[in-house]
Every structure is written in structure tokens, then in C-alpha cells.
């Protein structure tokens, strides 16, 4: 059976020792007739708090296990966005983490790019890397590493205006945060900060998830950054920064 984590109780942030990721898929939650309606009245309520918030599909965490030393397995499930309204539901027992992805963009002095949410997001005003929940393959296709790659490409394109195929995107980190969501990290390949920013600066703004950019080379440049902060990304920039080659 899938580990489930409690939501109650998140574990503190974590990069994980995932060198291999494997996806399976399993029934949704079933959730009681009071559950259902606790979380459509909280939905109702962000919903008229930001009415840009958009019920679509979104893959969700239903646990995970480690098989043999190294190898994660998710199981995940699909859902809609409404379906996090639970974290807020407390009588709600049901597993309310998400899967995303995210990019580690460098720049070619060594540096990591982060961005702040806009306003009009489930997270306004936060820093991350550049990325977001991952989509439900169509009926058919799978959801595997090839898949993550692909959106994370979209996520930093639509996010940045940087392209990068998905093949160019090297597995980096998996994270484990708050109620138990994973995050699965790939590696770009270095840009001049220039160009980075010319590119995003080309994103027409009404169209911008990020709407500030920033460029950070180790935790100590973390505190620079007003406003609240992804929970893993303390532990990923620390990471990068003992990782990066020196010079």
C-alpha cells in the first residue's frame, strides 16, 4: 500500500535520495457526501477571494513508497484543482498532496533563477523556480519521466519565455514538502542572465504566472527575497550551491 502522509502533521521540506522515479496510478479518494461539500464550499470561498482560480485537472500524490534503495515510486491519482480545498477541510482525513515539477535554470556564472508569483495565483507573491502542477496525460498515454520532462519544458516557457526541449532537461532533485507533495526537479542548461531576463521581459504581462525575476547563488541570498518562499526552496538552493563546480 502507498505511504500516506498525514496532513495534519507535514513533514519539514526535504530533497529526497531519488535517483529513479517511477509513476503508478491508483483510484481517487473516496471521499463522503461531507467531504464533498466541505470542500465545494471552501472552493466557492478562494474561488470569490481570486476569481482567477481555475478547476482543471491536475495530477495529485496518493503516496509513496522506495521499493529498493534509491528508487521512488509515486502513486498519484487525477483530480481537479478544488480537489486541495481538503487542506482546509479538518474533519478531511483524504490525502491532499500535489505532483509538480520545476527547473532549475543556472546562469553561466553560477548562479539560480527564482521568480515571484503574481498576484492572481494559488500562491501570490511567492518565490520558486520556475514550474507548476503536473497535467494528467490523456487516456492512453502515460504519465512517466518523459512526461515530467515535457512539463517542465512548458512550464518554464510559459513562465519565462526560455525554451529548452525536453531532453535537455537533466532529472536533478526530487523534494518531499508540506503534506507530503513531491516535486521533481530537472536541470537546464546554462544561459547568460542577459538573455534570461531579455526573454522574459518578452512575455506579454498580462500573461506572466512570474511578474519579478531574481538571481541567487546560495541560501544566504535567500533572505534578500520579500514575501514567502516555496517550502523547498532553502533546501534545493543549498543543495545547488554545494553542487556547483567551483569557480
Given at each position: ?6 496532513p ?28 464533498r ?20 485537472p ?73 514550474g ?21 519544458a ?11 526541449g525536453?531532453g ?7 523534494t ?72
Amino acid at each position: 500500500m502507498p505511504e500516506t502522509p498525514s496532513p495534519f502533521l507535514p513533514p519539514p521540506a526535504e530533497v529526497l535520495g531519488a535517483r529513479r522515479i517511477r509513476l503508478v496510478e491508483v483510484p481517487a479518494a473516496r471521499l463522503t457526501a461531507e467531504e464533498r461539500r466541505a470542500r465545494d464550499r471552501v472552493w466557492a470561498e478562494m474561488v470569490l477571494a481570486n476569481p482567477t482560480l481555475f478547476d482543471g485537472p491536475v495530477v495529485a500524490c496518493a503516496g509513496t513508497s522506495w521499493p529498493r534503495p534509491g528508487e521512488l515510486h509515486v502513486f498519484w491519482t487525477r483530480v481537479t484543482y478544488r480537489h486541495y480545498a481538503l487542506r482546509h477541510v479538518t474533519a478531511s482525513a483524504a490525502p491532499t498532496a500535489s505532483l509538480s515539477v520545476s527547473v532549475l535554470q543556472p546562469t553561466d556564472d553560477g548562479r539560480l533563477l527564482v521568480g515571484r508569483m503574481s498576484p492572481t495565483t494559488a500562491a501570490p507573491g511567492r518565490w520558486q523556480p520556475p514550474g507548476g502542477a503536473v497535467e494528467p496525460p490523456p487516456d492512453g498515454e502515460r504519465l512517466d519521466l518523459a512526461a515530467l520532462r515535457r512539463n517542465a519544458a512548458r512550464e518554464l516557457a510559459e513562465e519565462t519565455g526560455v525554451t529548452a526541449g525536453p531532453g535537455e532537461l537533466a532529472m536533478w532533485a526530487v523534494t518531499r514538502g508540506r503534506y507530503g507533495s513531491v516535486g521533481v526537479l530537472f536541470l537546464a542548461p546554462p544561459q547568460p542572465e542577459a538573455a534570461l531576463r531579455e526573454r522574459f521581459g518578452a512575455l506579454a504581462p498580462p500573461e506572466r504566472e512570474l511578474v519579478e525575476l531574481a538571481f541567487v547563488r546560495s541560501p544566504a541570498d535567500l533572505p534578500g527575497l520579500p514575501g514567502p518562499h516555496a517550502d523547498y526552496l532553502a533546501p534545493v538552493v543549498r543543495r545547488f550551491a554545494r553542487l556547483r563546480p567551483p569557480g
